[in-house]
Antibody, heavy 121, light 111 residues
Framework: QVQLQESGPGLVKPSGTLSLICGVSGDSFTSSKWWGWVRQPPGKGLQWIGEIHQSGRTNYNPALKSRVTVLLDQSQNQFSLKMTSLSAADTAMYYC??????????????WGQGTQVTVSS | QTVVTQEPSLTVSPGGTVTLTCAPSTGAVTSDYHPNWFQQKPGQPPRPLIYSTINTHPWTPARFSGSLLGGKAALTVSGVQPEDEATYYCLLYIGGDQHWMFGGGTTLTVL
């Protein structure tokens, strides 16, 4: 059974850098899969942040691209999110998710439970 | 930047049928946008329901279906149950820029 689990600091200071990890169990980083991050500010909607492929290729939300990096660590079966220059607007629940691309099918299927990040001094 | 629009809220009676829609500011939705639909209840992560317009996951109840309708992506719930009360999000692939964009979400009330 595929499981994703986010982990991170919980509280980050303004202007600081956020680093989150998504551990993956029950799956491997094969060519048909992308691994991504989504966030949700309190009481608001979902925002797609970015994704990474096994090859290292990445795609990012244009609104966040200058501050975001997604990396893959296949040896540890995990991928990570780094976000710089944080402000209160980055306070949110952060989710990791798996995307499978196979032919004409693009399928978000497995999600983590999320980790809450608060930006505050 | 592309904006994806959904109905902010809809109300349906138990047993009824409701259709939620999703459209980008750039024009009509086609299959190239690979619409995905998610259900989210308070305190829970999004639960995938539909991918690439019409395809269901093994866990998707049969009453949920996806389609393209009048240039929009659509999610139809037939025979609505009380437990379908939730917020529903669509997600579109913006191929030109190779990124994904969520709609603002539709809060479905079953009353």
């Amino acid at each position: 059974q595929v499981q994703l689990q986010e982990s991170g600091p919980g509280l980050v200071k303004p202007s600081g850098t956020l680093s989150l990890i998504c551990g993956v169990s029950g799956d491997s980083f094969t060519s048909s899969k992308w691994w991504g991050w989504v966030r949700q500010p309190p009481g608001k909607g979902l925002q797609w942040i970015g994704e990474i492929h096994q090859s290292g290729r990445t795609n990012y939300n244009p609104a966040l691209k200058s501050r975001v990096t997604v990396l893959l660590d296949q040896s540890q079966n995990q991928f990570s999110l780094k976000m710089t220059s944080l402000s209160a607007a980055d306070t949110a629940m952060y989710y990791c998710a798996r995307l499978q691309r196979s032919g004409d099918n693009y399928k978000f299927d497995y999600w983590g439970q999320g980790t809450q990040v608060t930006v505050s001094s | 930047q592309t904006v994806v629009t959904q109905e902010p809220s809809l109300t349906v009676s138990p047993g009824g049928t409701v259709t939620l829609t999703c459209a980008p500011s750039t024009g009509a939705v086609t299959s190239d946008y690979h619409p995905n639909w998610f259900q989210q209840k308070p305190g829970q992560p999004p639960r995938p329901l539909i991918y690439s317009t019409i395809n269901t996951h093994p866990w998707t109840p049969a009453r949920f279906s996806g389609s393209l309708l009048g240039g929009k992506a659509a999610l139809t719930v037939s025979g609505v149950q009380p437990e379908d009360e939730a917020t529903y999000y669509c997600l579109l692939y913006i191929g030109g820029d190779q990124h994904w964009m969520f709609g603002g979400g539709t809060t479905l009330t079953v009353l």
